[in-house]
């Protein structure tokens, strides 16, 4: 079976930082482009960051570029999200997937930012 599993998620305040980690089974996970979305209560679901196979080129959302950085340890089948700088309006549950067909996700893990 094929498994992401995302986790890392928690409660931080303002400012904090977490670590998502996306672990992967089932699948030749270093030929897949991995993305990380969000979705916070009453919005629309959102695109995060990406990391592609191979060179890793990596891409990030606006809204949270120069805050987070996307990376990958093949050896490990992960993928991480460290995020830094992190703000209440980042709170969403968060999910990992593989960007192209067949296009996998699991469950997500939640982040909450607050005081």
């Known amino acids: 079976d094929v498994q992401l599993q995302a986790s890392g998620g928690g409660l931080v305040q303002p400012g904090g930082s977490l670590r998502l980690s996306c672990a992967a089974s089932?699948?030749?996970?270093?030929?897949?482009?991995i993305v990380w979305f969000r979705q916070a209560p009453g919005k629309e679901r959102e695109g995060v960051s990406c990391?592609?196979?191979?060179?890793?080129?990596?891409y990030y959302a606006d809204s949270v570029k120069g805050r987070f950085t996307i990376s990958r340890d093949n050896a490990k089948n992960t993928v991480y999200l460290q995020m830094n700088s992190l703000k209440p309006e980042d709170t969403a549950v968060c999910y990992c997937?593989?960007?192209?067909?067949?296009?996998?996700w699991g469950h997500g893990t939640l982040v909450t930012v607050s005081t």
């Open positions: 990391i592609e196979s191979g060179f890793g080129d990596t």
């Open positions: 997937m593989t960007k192209t067909s067949p296009i996998y």
């Open positions: 089932g699948i030749a996970f270093d030929d897949y482009a």
